[in-house]
């Protein structure tokens, strides 16, 4: 199999994974879901030349930032999948092992925790969040999910 088809299934895969977590998260403890339309915001706003946000909330809507952030969602999957493979190798597409998986995913939730959550008015690992420990904590379990997504996507398409 083609090995950028691959790791697009690979990168998509994972990220429903990590979408359809968050449905559940959602129905069974009431932890709502991310927005990604505040991404999409976020992205649109640095385009224009602005970073950071006190509050993404209150900055002003975007026409098409939904589409934007979940575009930016998956993505940023796709990409987080070709890390994976640029650090462990094409070994790994034909072997897929748990381990680099789970490394990369838990790996990723350095981008929000220094980059997105200060940018967006949250504060550097959702420090000025409501309940920043809670916050943290479902980041690195959801980041974990979609460790163990990369894991199950590439074990699936060794059954193709």
């Not at 809507?61 to 990409?79: F, R």
């Amino acid at each position: 199999m083609n090995t950028l088809f691959s790791i697009i299934v690979i990168g998509i895969g994972a990220t429903v994974l990590m979408d359809l977590w968050a449905i559940v998260r959602k129905s069974l403890w009431g932890i709502p879901t991310l927005n990604y339309a505040m991404v999409g915001r976020w992205l649109a706003h640095i385009l224009n030349g602005q970073f950071h946000h006190h509050s993404i909330i209150d900055s002003p809507q975007i026409p098409g930032e939904k589409i934007i952030g979940w575009a930016a969602h998956y993505l940023t999957g796709i990409a987080f999948a070709v890390i994976l493979v640029a650090l462990f190798g094409l070994p790994w597409l034909q072997q897929p092992t748990i381990g680099p998986a789970l490394f990369v995913g838990i790996s990723t939730v350095v981008i929000p925790f220094f980059i997105m959550q200060p940018a967006m008015g949250a504060g550097i690992a959702a420090c000025k969040t409501a309940k920043p420990h809670s916050a943290r904590l479902q980041s690195l379990i959801t980041h974990a999910v979609f460790g163990f997504g990369l894991y199950f996507s590439g074990w699936t398409l060794q059954l193709f």
